[in-house]
Each structure stands twice: as C-alpha cells, then as structure tokens.
C-alpha cells in the first residue's frame, strides 16, 4: 500500500476498534444484568462474575465485528467526503477501487478474525459458560433463589422463602417435592441454610414438619422434626444427563458426520451449525463491499450523502436478517445450506459493478465519464462557458 492507501487503513481500523468496542460494551451491559445476580447475592466470588462475563464476549463478537466494519467504513469516508479529502484524492487521478483498497484488506482480516472465532473460540466459550452454569447450580444453589417467589431448583421441585438475612441464613421455608406424583412432599420450616460439601449441596431445614401425601389411599403422614436435610444433588439438573448444544461442539466432532443427536431435528441444527461457521465469515466481505459501492460510486454531492448512507444500513440489515433466517431454515431443512454461501457470494459481483461502473445507487442518467452532475446550475454554466470558447 502507498502512503495515501495506509492513511486509510489507519483510520479505518482506528474507527472499527471504536466501533467494536462500543457495540461490545453495550452487549456486554445487557448480559451483566443477567449474570450480577450471582454478586448481589453475594453468594459466589467476585471472580467468578468477571470470568462468565469474559466468557460471553466470543459469543457475539463473531456478529459484532462485520457490523463494526462496517459502521467504520461508513463514519471514515462520509467524514472524508464532508471534508473534500475524497474531492482531492479523486482528482489527483485515485480511483474507487484504490481508494477501497484498504477497506478490503481490513474485511480479510476481519474475515480470519470471525473464522478464528467460529471454528475455536466461540465453541469452546459456549462449552465453559455451560459448564459454569452447572457448576454455580450446583455449588452455589443459592444464588438462584429469589424471595418471594416459588424458585424451580429442579425438575418438580420448588423452593419458597419469604427473606434472607445477611448470614444466608433463609426465613419461612416452604419446599415442594413433586418428582412422585402419586407421593408429593411438601417441607416447611422456620428457616434453613444451603451447605456445601463434598458430597454436593444440601438444604438443612430446622424447625418444622415434613407432609407426604400417598394420593392413592388418600392418606397424609406428617413428621415434625428439628433438623432436616435434603440433598440437592439428585434433584438439580446434572451436565452429563443433557444433550450439548450445538454452539458446544467442537467444530472437529461437527465435522466427523456422526456427532451424537438426539433426533433428526437436532442432527439437522448440528449440520446448518457447521455450515454457519464457514460462511458467516464471508459477511464481512459482503458488507465492507456493500457500504463502499454506496459510498464511492458516483460523483461527489456537496449536499452530503445521507442517503447513500442510508441505503448501505438498510442493505446490511437486510443481509444481516437473511443470514440469520437461512441458518434457521438450514436447521430445518438441510436444501438451504447452499443459499448460506450463495448469499454473501451473490452480493460480490454487483457491489464491484457498481464501483467500476462508477453508477450512483440513488438513480438517475450517467455521465459518459462514469459519473453523475449532481448540480445542473453548475452545468448550465459549463456549457455556456464551453460555447463562449468555441
């Protein structure tokens, strides 16, 4: 690259930084409300809290990235238009696809930043944030009960708690065990504590009685008792007893052909899951292409060139959701695999036209030299000048 091509790229890869970092953070502070409730119970370390919220970043900066590019592309060079730099450079003899060069040299890299992520790791975050998951089920059990609410803790097993002291000691104790229906329990006392131990998490009741109906005879048994313990091992759920999710494959097993599945439906999404790692980082490309032929086709308008802006946005989105449709239809029908290359493929050969064709998105007729006078006074004026010289 000359120096004018390496001013470009700086300011383009300065802008996507800005723009990812912006984007990320934002996603960032939706997924922390979810996840702060593990602090504010104060329950599980501090630590903790900061490694899930780090583990959340590769699972979007996949989508992220290509959307940074592309608002970089758009901010740098209608900032560059609105300050006649693009005007000089194209007089100076640069051409569109000189002045695109660096913005395409910056989508291959956030082409092989996104297949990076896609292939190892974005699985492998999912795959830890599931096993944590398990984990603060299971070690910090805790954390997950609300008061004054009936908390599912397990399947047919609800836990009730009118407060909570700063102890962690938990008042007025209602636990429903229904995993047999024809003999549900129900356990209430004065208050209980959660305990953690080798053997798993316990809930110790004190103070109160245990209820055991047998529907079948109608009869209920009560027990009144001044400790009870019930563990919580058996009844949260355990990682091994599930089927992995298919963001938690590793793309080697996707790629084997015989991963586990449990039915057609999930060996289909396992499928159109694999294909998604290899084509989503071809939108990148697609997009960068899209806001340059918006941006760089046609003649300079002094009057800005908010609609070209405009019809770059309104393009990617529109990319952007028939890419997520065609992995949701991929999953259930295997025959749209292909669109999911075709797609970004097939918005390629037009965006390059329209650069070399030096066409103008918005309409209207040609100029024989590639362009399009957006200021028919400044014409008329040309041509009387031109007659006045003849």
Known sequence: MNRLQRYLFRNLLIATLYSTAGLTLTIWLSQSLRLIEIVVSAGAPMGMFLWLLLLTVPTFLGIVLPLALVGAILFTYNKMAADSELVVMRAAGVGPFSLSKPAILLALGVMAVVFTLNIWITPAAHRELVRMEYAVRSDYSQLFLREGVFNEVGDRFSVFLRDRDSDGNLHKVLIHDGRQPDKPVT???????????????????????????????????????????????????????????????????????????????????????????????????????????????????????????????????????????????????????????????????????????GLMLRGGRPKAGGGQDDDPQRSREAGVAAKGAS
């Not at 009685?209 to 919580?232: C, I, M």
């Not at 529109?318 to 992995?327: K, M, N, V």
Request: no cysteine; hydrophobic share 45%; glycine share 8%.
């Open 187 to 357: 356990i209430m006392g004065d208050r209980a504590v959660m305990q953690t131990g080798p053997d798993g998490t316990r809930f110790v009741v004190y103070d109160g009685n245990r209820q055991e109906l047998d529907r079948k005879t109608g009869r209920l048994s009560q027990l009144y008792f001044e400790r009870y313990a019930v563990d919580l091992k058996a009844v949260a759920p355990q990682e091994a007893d599930r089927w992995p999710d298919a963001r938690e494959r590793s793309t080697t097993d996707l790629m084997s052909g015989n991963a586990p599945a449990q039915d057609d439906r999930m060996r289909r999404g396992l499928i159109a899951e694999l294909h998604h790692r290899f084509s989503s980082p071809l939108l990148a490309l697609s997009y960068a292409l899209v806001a340059l032929a918006s941006l760089l086709s046609g003649e300079f308008n002094r009057r800005g060139q908010s609609s070209r802006v405009t019809i770059a946005v309104l393009l990617v989105m529109g990319l952007q959701a028939a890419a997520l449709g065609l992995t949701s239809l991929a999953g259930k029908a295997t025959v749209f695999v292909p669109l999911m290359y075709a797609m970004p493929l097939a918005v390629l050969l037009p965006a390059l036209w329209v650069m070399s064709r």
